[in-house]
């Protein structure tokens, strides 16, 4: 089952949902190791590196998962409770918009001096002509408050799976844990 189905996710979409949460978190936790450097620091320029290189390679996961998503059934709630499912909804659209307002503002951070960016030493993504006053600062400070609240609305989404677990007893996380029959 590759595929959606109209009661469950297919391997395509569970595979995007935990390379994605993986990604996210571990970016963020790199980025928090990131700016406690200093510019001596052996692994400075190596996090760095590696950093855009995800976070880029991340952008590209991410389009792919829209495109999937765009052009695939999407399961039906289970819950019946039409407010928290419309909650739901709207907190999952929040978390894509905070991700492209990252991955945006961390495009403009790292061409803020008209530089490509590198990607794991394969190909360079070309900086835009366009740039402004303080770039990389206000960039940055987006980039970082952004991240905190995506950071923020997964954790909301990961108590709301819980809370289908194991106090409604729904197969809402079960569903993108692993395949489920056709019913």
Request: glycine share 8%.
């Amino acid at each position: 089952m590759f595929k959606n189905s109209k009661t469950g996710y297919g391997l395509m979409a569970i595979f995007l949902h935990w390379l994605m949460a993986l990604t996210v978190f571990g970016l963020f936790g790199l980025g928090l190791y990131m700016v406690e450097l200093t510019y001596y620091d052996s692994w400075y320029k190596g996090s760095l590196d590696l950093h855009k290189s995800i976070g880029l390679s991340l952008a590209a996961v991410f389009v792919f998962r829209l495109l999937w998503r765009r052009f695939n059934v999407k399961p039906s709630p289970i819950g019946t409770n039409t407010q928290l499912n419309q909650l739901a909804q709207t907190a999952h659209i929040l978390m894509y918009l905070f991700l492209v307002i990252i991955m945006v503002s961390g495009y403009l951070i790292s061409t803020a001096d008209g530089r490509p960016i590198e990607v794991f030493g394969l190909f360079y993504v070309k900086a835009i002509d366009f740039t402004f006053d303080s770039q990389a600062d206000i960039a940055g400070q987006i980039h970082y408050y952004s991240a905190c609240l995506l950071i923020g609305f997964v954790v909301l989404h990961i108590l709301g799976a819980l809370k289908h677990h194991f106090i409604d007893k729904d197969k809402t996380l079960i569903r993108m844990i692993k395949l489920q029959k056709e019913a």
